[in-house]
């Protein structure tokens, strides 16, 4: 997980159209990609409308010239959450049909409907173009930048400096866990070799994840002190200067817009 986390960030560092574009401007067309196929209501319409921005977003991460090979790995990543709640609706009755027609009977009376199926794979589409284009926004747009776009688009103070703190503190904390693993390496230590006896691995993962909470506690202490005497305080706030939007960037922004939200009225004006 910690790879990933650097390997997210390094995605973001590599040059291209997307990848120059202004923070605001991905943050605002990932989040109305995301609310328009959320807000779509559940019907077979959700199809078009995720056919649609799905080919959007394909040609989005084409133009951000990364492999299709990360976005493939991070989906993998995620997908078995969203997998094991969407799995479950085929069992269940919602309250989106008022008649149920059963496909299959399981042992314990359990039954799987046709129109819990056709719920589950609904809700599968909504959730595979959401989590597409957080994986674009990610994957083009480094943290620090994100953070400044939440500023500049009107996001608090009061959540900005927490955020920013927490931001550098990941990475931090991910060199703290580095040092450990490599520490283990050194030592010929494998906590998955199963010709060590079980309870020494167990104990030794203990060990582990205290040292890892003592330096991460200590970490905090050394951050803290650094913090007071560079004048942090209760007023404190991060400064995030104005930033113009260019006019190619405001026309996409427009059209992206535009395409999104006629999409989404017309397949939803469609009867």
């Not at 199809?47 to 991460?61: D, K, M, N, P, R």
């Not at 284009?133 to 009107?154: H, N, P, V, Y």
């Amino acid at each position: 997980m910690i790879d990933d986390l650097y390997a997210i960030e390094k995605s973001a560092y590599r040059d291209s159209v997307i990848h120059r574009l202004d923070a605001r401007v991905k943050l605002v067309i990932a989040l109305a990609g995301i609310v328009a196929i959320v807000a779509m209501p559940y019907s077979t319409r959700v199809y078009e409308l995720g056919a649609i921005l799905f080919a959007f977003f394909i040609v989005l991460w084409i133009c951000s010239r990364l492999s299709p090979l990360i976005y493939l790995r991070r989906l993998l990543l995620i997908l078995p959450f969203g997998i094991f709640l969407i799995g479950f609706q085929i069992f269940v009755k919602n309250r989106y049909y008022d008649v149920f027609h059963p496909i299959a009977t399981l042992p314990f009376g359990i039954e799987i409907y046709a129109e819990s199926v056709e719920f589950a794979s609904i809700l599968l589409v909504k959730f595979i173009v959401s989590i597409s284009f957080i994986i674009l926004l990610s994957s083009t747009t480094k943290m620090q930048d994100l953070l400044e776009a939440s500023g500049r688009l009107g996001l608090p103070r009061e959540f900005i400096l927490p955020l920013g703190m927490m931001i550098r503190y990941i990475f931090v904390f991910a060199e703290i866990f580095g040092k450990i693993r490599s520490a283990m390496d050194t030592r010929c230590f494998d906590p998955f070799d199963r010709n060590l006896p079980y309870r020494y691995r167990l104990r030794q993962l203990g060990y582990t994840v205290g040292m890892l909470f003592i330096r991460s506690y200590e970490q905090g202490e050394r951050t803290y002190m650094s913090m007071l005497c560079r004048g942090y305080g209760e007023g404190a706030h991060l400064h995030i200067r104005s930033k113009p939007i260019g006019a190619k960037e405001a026309s996409f922004f427009a059209g992206a817009l535009a395409f999104i939200a006629l999409s989404t009225v017309l397949i939803y004006l469609h009867p």
